[in-house]
């Protein structure tokens, strides 16, 4: 081990230029800096990635579930690796820095080690995990799910609006379904897995501190609800005679936010932000809505009762109605805490950077994924306003450089452990 090397900064400008250039590579006809998974611009920002991982002296590859992994072997290769990833997918009409600074980031911290001439014992692999946002196939986190082995048979044959299953999407990525089953990471394959994000909340400008360590990351349960009533005449039909699918979504929605308003031992938020009317025509009572809610809580129990309560109104609403209703589940990641050691890994390399707190995460990320198979922590950003997932998502290029240091620091201190 490089014995008291000393650690250098990280290149600010470097850092800005590729935020930059990847910020380029976006589908342009969309709001904000919008780059989904498994479209053309995605596979264009995947190859402009391969080739700043190849610069940086890393080797990479795609895994069975479609991740891009850049490896750089350590001086024991025997050991578990140090695993910093994000990802580089964005909602539509997002901004630049979500999931993008932890990949970015990651590169830089590797250049940052070879810049000081450290080798660490441990290999260390810096990841973009595929669709880490909700995809056209209703689910969250795939890359991060597929290596951990739990992106199940059903998922993989979910369809999007195309017809394209999941299956023939991470192919088409370079990923290899067939072999998910035996090729999943695990617990002790990995040593550490550590995230830096933008907070995507207002916490960290308010106290005015730097950098945030990550004490915890809400789970996010996400169903996938359907209402069926009868299409008719909106100029013909009396009210009494109607089975407005649409009426019933109103009543459901407030319903649902009815609960999620209510007092419980742990904070949980709900929201409705997918929904689809048909015909959605002017003149037409709608026939078929369909809504996706998500509920999030770092306690998943208050997400069940919340989710359970629900259910038990849609059900009640329906049938006043006379409107027929299905509720499914589409995808689900457990609440987690980070350990006590991890917290005081990072508060320890933070604290020699820059003014840093502790906070929760309202956002999910890949880490709620990583967490079933290693130890992980997460290092916070500030975003300004506290805005995230819209054009507006902004965060300082000094409050970057801040994270990445500390990150590098966390690394360098955990593998000298
Ligand atoms: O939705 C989230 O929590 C994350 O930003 N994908
Ligand atoms: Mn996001
Ligand atoms: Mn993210
Ligand atoms: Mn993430």
């Not at 617990?187 to 040593?191: I, M, N, P, R, S």
């Not at 959605?280 to 003149?283: C, R």
């Given at each position: 081990m490089s014995k008291g090397k000393q650690l250098g900064k990280p290149d600010s400008n470097r850092l800005s230029t590729d935020i930059e250039a990847l910020s380029?590579?976006?589908?342009?006809?969309?709001?904000?800096?919008t780059r989904r998974s498994f479209t053309a611009k995605y596979d264009q920002g995947r190859s402009w990635l391969e080739e700043r991982m190849r610069e940086a002296g890393l080797t990479v590859r795609i895994d069975e579930a479609s991740n891009l992994i850049g490896t750089l072997i350590g001086t024991d290769p025997k050991l578990p690796s140090i695993m910093i990833g994000s990802h580089t997918d964005t909602v539509?009409?997002?901004?630049?820095f979500d999931g993008i600074i932890g990949v970015l980031g990651g590169i830089e911290v590797v250049r940052m080690l070879k810049e000081s001439d450290i080798r660490l014992h441990h290999t260390l692999e810096v990841v973009d995990f595929t669709?880490?946002?909700?995809s056209e196939f209703g689910i969250s986190t795939i890359g991060s799910r597929g290596m951990v082995g739990c992106l199940s048979e059903e998922m993989l044959e979910r369809t999007d609006p195309d017809g394209r299953t999941l299956r023939e999407a991470i192919s088409s990525l370079g990923g290899r379904p067939e072999q998910l089953k035996h090729s999943s990471r695990l617990?002790?394959?990995?040593?550490l897995y550590l995230e830096i994000h933008?907070?995507?909340?207002?916490v960290l400008e308010q106290v005015g501190a730097t950098l945030g360590v990550v004490t915890g990351i809400v789970g996010i349960h996400r169903h996938r609800v359907t209402i069926t009533g009868q299409p008719n005449h909106a100029g013909t039909t009396p009210m009494d005679m109607r089975y407005d699918a649409l009426a019933g979504f109103c009543e459901m929605g407030l319903a649902f936010e009815r609960q999620c308003r209510m007092k419980y031992d742990t904070e949980a938020v709900g929201t409705i932000g997918r929904l689809r009317n048909n015909p959605?025509?002017?003149?037409v009572i709608p026939g078929h809505v369909d809504f996706d809610l998500e509920i999030r809580s770092l306690d998943t129990e208050v997400s069940q009762a919340i989710y359970q309560a629900f259910e038990a109104e849609a059900q009640r609403i329906a049938s006043e109605r006379g409107l027929t209703v299905r509720l499914e589940r589409l995808s689900q990641s457990d609440a987690i805490q980070v350990s006590d050691d991890v917290k005081r890994l990072l508060l320890d390399a933070c604290s020699e950077v820059a003014p840093v707190i502790e906070l929760p995460s309202g956002a999910g990320h890949d880490a709620n994924q990583l967490a079933s198979i290693a130890p992980i922590g997460m290092l916070f950003v500030p975003s300004v306003k506290g805005?995230?997932?819209?054009?507006e998502e902004w965060t300082e290029l000094t409050h970057i450089a801040a994270g990445v240091e500390a990150l590098t620091r966390a690394t360098y201190a955990f593998d000298a452990f």
């Open positions: 380029r590579i976006v589908d342009d006809t969309k709001d904000g800096w539509n009409g997002g901004g630049r669709a880490e946002e909700p617990a002790g394959d990995v040593a933008i907070e995507q909340g207002p959605n025509a002017s003149n805005r995230s997932h819209c054009p």
